[in-house]
């Protein structure tokens, strides 16, 4: 997962100011994944990304989130007007292809970045 | 509800102890990763098991796939302090074409001490 790059590692906002997390995809790799862990929680799936679209958002909150691939750069998780229970890891993976996972092909996650809302 | 149940939840062992934990569920999986995670760091893959009665072996690490792919296991043989971690099942669906989608467990906290 060492090629899964998202930055910041760490991020505090205060309540109400807006977050964004990036996610650099490995080399070659054109899908991205979101996903996010609570404190206690096991990791949830939030967003689906290919470039320029939004494959599945279903994972996503309705309001205050959004998540961009753009066709140059990283792929963006933004959160506005953070609230306390933002506070969380928020995990980027990619993998090469569709990532069928029945089929054995496997998605490669990040480092994570931990958003803490003060 | 949480659709894999793992457990033990919390697991301390001594060095050179054998260990087994589980991955539960009652819905079928098309595929089902193993990862470990340590604190502040991200999900690590282990394995991935498709087949039904799968059993892969990485080094001290024995992973099975249910027959019915509901289940799973993981087996470490002469446990270490080098494998205390966060040991995490994940399983994709084939429902509704999202099967990039993975569902995880709680996790099991594994405590190796020397």
């Known amino acids: 997962n060492a090629g899964v790059m998202q930055n910041p590692r760490h991020l505090v906002r205060r309540r109400g100011q807006e977050a964004r997390l990036r996610c650099s995809p490995m080399k070659g790799h054109s899908h991205v994944y979101w996903y996010r862990q609570l404190p206690e929680e096991g990791l949830k799936f939030m967003v689906y990304?290919?470039?320029?679209?939004?494959?599945?958002e279903s994972g996503m909150p309705k309001e205050r989130f959004s998540a961009e691939f753009p066709k140059e750069g990283p792929s963006i998780l933004r959160i506005q007007q953070v609230v306390r229970g933002d506070s969380a890891a928020y995990f980027c993976?990619?993998?090469?292809?569709?990532?069928?996972?029945?089929?054995?092909?496997?998605?490669?996650f990040g480092e994570g970045s931990w958003l803490t809302v003060v | 509800t949480q659709l894999l149940e793992q457990s033990p939840q919390f697991l301390s062992i001594q060095e050179g102890e054998n260990l087994t934990v589980y991955c539960n569920s009652s819905?079928?999986?098309?595929?089902l990763q193993w990862y470990r995670q340590e604190p502040g760091e991200g999900p690590v893959l282990l394995v991935t098991?498709?087949?039904?009665?799968e059993v892969k072996k990485l080094k001290r690490l024995t992973f099975q796939f249910g027959d019915a792919r509901k289940d799973s296991s993981l087996h470490i043989t002469a446990a270490q302090p080098g494998d205390t971690g966060l040991y995490l099942c994940?399983?994709?669906?084939?429902?509704?074409?999202?099967?990039?989608?993975?569902?995880f467990g709680k996790g099991t906290l594994l405590t190796v001490n020397p």
């Open positions: 993976a990619s993998s090469p292809n569709l990532g069928l996972l029945g089929s054995g092909n496997t998605i490669y």
């Open positions: 819905s079928v999986f098309s595929s």
């Open positions: 098991v498709v087949t039904g009665g």
């Open positions: 994940a399983g994709a669906r084939n429902s509704g074409g999202s099967n990039y989608k993975l569902t």
């Open positions: 990304l290919q470039k320029e679209n939004i494959i599945d």
